[in-house]
């Protein structure tokens, strides 16, 4: 009744606003409509995005070319940073550091779950808008205001941080450990928090919005799989990012007052310092709390979004629905109770080590199970082959590649030979990087039309998904055998290593392939921003899917619906139902007499 009384007073106040003249900064700039919102969400992750590739660029040329003299250094660099267009070490490693933050919070979290969370959950669940949208347009300012500190961080005199992106003490503790270690240490963790802040401020939007404002009939076994992946997602970054706020406000105050909580008995340059009675370890257990979840919360919406498109375009029921959920959900908690198999080289008790293993190829079993409703939703399926269908099987294919090395990651005596190897590089991004990238590009092509009323072009998304894929293998694939041969992550040069002479010509071959995979990213940008202004205008239900988002007209309204929301009567897969003369059968279309849905209520 709360929420049916909830959903009259949104849409008597949507009505009203409706009325009101918007100004360019109401409907634009300070919007408070989730579907701004998510463009704006959007649209600054793949600018994000655009740097943080760019710089894996650069630092992919230093190791493929080691010492050798680029002019592209010092044009994007400085002749400070890379003199005579040589880079500085301490800059390669400032690089690899921003690149990894930039792509794991700035572009996956907030491109996933802030553009689809906000585009997806008013509109699935038929709900004029977010619980709050003053507290949505305010999440969405404060991640703004991060992704500027963060670059900002960029230009500090002594460098950007420069402690990997797990910003492990004593490196990011003692402002001059190395030059990486001042102000842009600082303005990390202050990005950081703003980040940590907004992120806390959305999900716990999206967690009310789901839970009170969906519309008459939506019962939670009538959810569409995006919405309790992002539901999901959304209840496991409440749980973890206020662990890993608190070790970056310990690491402030480890900076900044004179603490130890992270340090003990260091010497710099010969002087003992005064830190005692601290651990480095505990700050691994705090960042990590939030560092594992954070894959989940990275990867989640992909999987959502993946079981959309998939039955959409496959024109068949998703398989095993309930499954699906009950996977969704093990996989929520057993993210957060695997975190320390990253900590295996750590000196942790080997019966810890043990346990970590066991909940770690326990988590294999549910991630395994989507996997197979994948395969099993495609088999015999009429499928229609356009880009965000590709995207989804390419999805599929890096998921179950990057999962399989997890089960050698996991385990903590075979992850000791290839701890801090190329292998690890090669498992986390195939696994959570380049399957998260996949499951938002699918997302961006199928609900395009949605947010821009305009349809993407169809050829230009084949070229980018097929040159895409080969070269995100084509990177990442050889990595694991030079991982497996022990060639080190993060060094900026092995030629004082004769042993991986040899590996020269295999990461030339990764860099080339980075390059080119790279420069048709720009096909896809051409593409999004072309397409906004002069695609084909798009029908109402594109896709002919049955979810409700497709009710809504084309053009955009504060409110989403005019007149009253839609009532639900089904789950939202009745496509190719037997007895009906279109293939697909939308949720607001009542059941028959004796017919039974699909959900199994």
């Not at 993407?456 to 041969?485: D, E, Q, R, S």
């Amino acid at each position: 009744m709360s929420a049916v009384v909830g959903h009259e007073l949104t849409h008597d106040h949507s009505h009203d606003d409706h009325h009101h003249k918007e100004t360019f900064v109401t409907k634009y700039i300070f919007s408070q409509d989730h579907k701004m919102i998510a463009k704006q969400f959007l649209v600054t992750g793949i600018i994000m995005g655009i740097i943080g590739i760019a710089m894996s660029l650069l630092f992919r040329i230093q190791i493929a070319w080691p010492e050798e003299s680029f002019k592209v250094f010092s044009w994007l660099l400085g002749d400070e940073f890379a003199p005579g267009g040589v880079m500085r070490n301490d800059i390669y490693l400032a690089l690899v550091t921003i690149h990894g933050t930039i792509m794991v919070f700035f572009v996956l979290t907030a491109g996933l779950s802030g553009t689809f969370s906000n585009l997806l959950i008013p509109l699935q669940i038929g709900a004029r808008d977010m619980a709050s949208g003053f507290m949505n347009m305010l999440s969405y300012w404060i991640f703004f205001i991060a992704c500027i500190v963060m670059i900002a961080s960029l230009f500090v005199e002594s460098g950007p941080a420069s402690a990997g992106w797990t910003i492990y003490p004593p490196l990011s503790a003692i402002p001059e450990a190395i030059p990486g270690s001042g102000t842009g240490m600082t303005l990390w963790l202050v990005s950081m928090a703003l980040f940590i802040a907004q992120s806390l401020m959305g999900s716990l939007n999206y967690v009310v919005t789901v839970l009170n404002l969906r519309t008459k009939g939506m019962s939670m076994t009538r959810l569409p799989l995006t919405i309790w992946a992002l539901w999901v997602t959304a209840i496991i970054g409440i749980v973890s990012f206020p662990v890993l706020l608190s070790a970056a406000l310990l690491l402030i105050m480890d900076r900044s007052f004179g603490t130890s909580f992270f340090l003990s008995d260091i010497y710099l340059a010969g002087e003992v310092l005064h830190y005692q009675g601290g651990s480095p370890v505990l700050f691994e257990h705090l960042f990590w709390f939030l560092g594992h979840p954070e894959v989940y919360i990275v990867i989640l919406p992909a999987m959502g979004i993946t079981s959309e498109v998939i039955s959409a375009n496959a024109r068949k029921p998703i398989f095993g629905y309930r499954a699906m959920i009950t996977s969704i959900l093990a996989i929520a908690f057993l993210s957060t109770i695997v975190w320390g198999h990253h900590m295996f080289v750590s000196g942790m008790n080997p019966f810890l080590g043990s346990v970590f293993t066991f909940t770690t190829l326990l988590i294999a079993i549910p991630s395994a199970v989507k996997a197979f409703n994948y395969i099993t939703t495609l088999w015999k399926g009429n499928l229609q082959m356009n880009p965000s269908m590709l995207f989804c099987i390419g999805f599929v294919s890096t998921f179950i590649t990057g999962g399989v090395t997890g089960i050698i990651l996991g385990d903590s005596t075979l992850d000791i030979n290839v701890h801090d190897t190329y292998f690890v590089i090669a498992h986390f991004h195939l696994v959570m990087g380049i399957s998260a990238l996949y499951g938002m590009f699918a997302g961006i092509y199928h609900w395009f039309p949605k947010m821009y009323g305009r349809m993407m072009n169809k050829n230009l998304g084949y070229i980018h998904f097929w040159v895409t894929v080969v070269c995100a293998y084509g990177v990442f694939f050889p990595m694991h055998f030079i991982g497996m041969a022990g060639l080190p992550r993060r060094y900026y040069t092995n030629s004082a290593f004769p042993m991986f002479d040899d590996m020269v010509d295999v990461n030339i071959l990764i860099t080339m392939f980075a390059l080119v995979g790279a420069a048709f990213q720009l096909v896809f940008l051409f593409n999004f921003f072309y397409s906004i202004f002069y695609g084909k205008k798009a029908p109402r239900n594109p896709w002919r899917a049955t979810t409700l988002e497709w009710t809504t007209p084309v053009e955009h309204m504060h409110g989403n619906w005019p007149g009253a929301i839609p009532e639900v009567h089904r789950w939202p897969y009745d496509y190719s139902k037997p007895g009906y003369e279109e293939d697909f059968v939308p949720q607001t279309v009542p059941l028959r007499d004796g017919e039974k849905d699909g959900g199994h209520l």
